[in-house]
């Protein structure tokens, strides 16, 4: 856009830049409006993931699954944070550079659902201790089904 250049109407300059802003305002795509829309599309999908105590899956499986989510991916992962910090204090941890188990569960779900899902997860995982985990929610560029194709928000229902 930044090489457009509408017709010239005449040679007075307060006549070109109006008649230029005319032209942009009649005949040009506003890609700032369009952009917006592609983006709104695209943020309809989000990644929560949560990474908790490996005792508290059931929990969280089972808080999920009456919420209404209908797939989830689990991993097993170490990690250390503030947990660390107060085992170290009370000498708890023999070597300082153990990294503690923990549980990933990763859930794609449509934008509506994302305060059910982190909800569902908090009651699923939450003890109150130090070590409790986090809640992530990442916005998805794209996501695609293999089998259909299908992408968006259909991917994930």
Known sequence: MKNFRAPLFSDAPWIK???NDLWRTLFCID???TNK??????????L??????????????????????EGM?????????HQKEIADAYHLNEDPLEFLPK?????IVADNAVDTTVNAMLKGAKTGKV????????PLEQVIRIRTEEQGEAAVR
């Open 17 to 19: 830049s109006f008649a």
């Open 31 to 33: 890609l700032s409006l």
């Open 37 to 46: 829309r592609l983006r709104s599309n695209i943020e309809r999908v989000k």
């Open 48 to 69: 929560v993931r949560a990474i908790i105590k490996p005792f508290k899956l059931e929990g969280v499986k089972d808080a999920l699954l009456a919420v209404g989510v």
């Open 73 to 81: 991916t689990v991993t097993e992962v170490k990690g250390f944070g």
């Open 103 to 107: 549980i990933s569960v990763e859930v």
């Open 131 to 138: 070590g409790d985990g986090k809640i992530l929610v990442l």
